[in-house]
């Protein structure tokens, strides 16, 4: 038969052990290293729904630009597919950025060299759209980056600082049984589990994410170069194609 006092002692000690009761029984260095670890996980995870969703919309209207193009929708006239995006949205920026440079330097185009300084000149235009568009779309990214790399050594910081309370507790009580030495290694650990949480979700997702620009950085990139072409081949003829005017 079980001792009492032992059942009701094993009882007492798992409900110190519970992560509320952990908290409010560390002392106020630990507590700062959870707080902040928490809020860390918090604003990470912030930070992952925001650009998992995004990136899923800027995929599915890129695709359904692709199509476009592909299934025969003039270059120049994609913008009504642009309808229903945000300003913000890279492809919106790289398109409007090319098509505003054409328009403003149409009716400069009268020779050969002419014609290629235009194509030069949207070219570095859609470059330089599509670096500042991407730079948006990787915003907050080191954000992820650095707790992925901080968090477990601020856990770390709290695991040494609340076993240094507890061989303190230790010395002063002068009794090593686990009622006394339970508490205060649970939490400890407990400070570098939360590290651990807050840090590798951070790690997978900032590499998921990143992966996913660079894919999309692919796409404006090819957007971009139909464009080109579409302009090298109104630029070849005479009068206007497809919006595209030239001499």
């Not at 630009?65 to 913008?79: D, E, K, N, R, T």
């Not at 149409?106 to 599509?130: G, I, N």
């Amino acid at each position: 038969m079980a001792d009492p006092v032992s059942t009701t002692a094993s009882a007492a000690l798992a409900h110190t052990l519970s992560p509320i009761e952990l908290f409010l029984q560390a002392d106020a260095i630990v507590k700062s290293v959870i707080v902040l670890l928490i809020i860390a996980s918090a604003w990470g995870w912030a930070v992952i729904a925001e650009k998992l969703v995004r990136l899923r919309i800027l995929h599915k209207r890129a695709d359904r630009l692709v199509a476009s193009i592909q299934g025969g929708l003039p270059v120049a006239a994609v913008a009504e597919s642009f309808a229903d995006a945000a300003p913000s949205d890279p492809l919106v920026q790289v398109y409007t950025a090319m098509v505003d440079e054409q328009t403003r330097s149409a009716d400069l185009v009268y020779t050969e060299a002419q014609r290629d300084s235009l194509q030069e000149r949207v070219h570095r235009v859609a470059q330089l759209a599509s670096s500042s568009a991407l730079d948006q779309l990787q915003a907050r990214l080191p954000g992820l980056a650095t707790i992925g790399a901080v968090a477990p050594f601020v856990g770390l910081f709290g695991t040494v600082w609340g076993i240094m309370n507890s061989f303190q507790g230790i010395a002063a009580s002068n009794n090593t049984s686990l009622a006394v030495v339970a508490p205060g290694i649970a939490e400890a650990l407990f400070a570098t589990a939360l590290g651990l949480v807050a840090a590798i979700p951070a790690v997978i997702f900032y590499n998921r994410i990143s992966t996913d620009i660079g894919a999309y950085g692919k796409r404006l990139t090819a957007f971009v170069g139909v464009f080109e072409v579409e302009l090298s081949r109104q630029l070849s003829k005479r009068g206007e194609r497809n919006g595209l005017r030239v001499a």
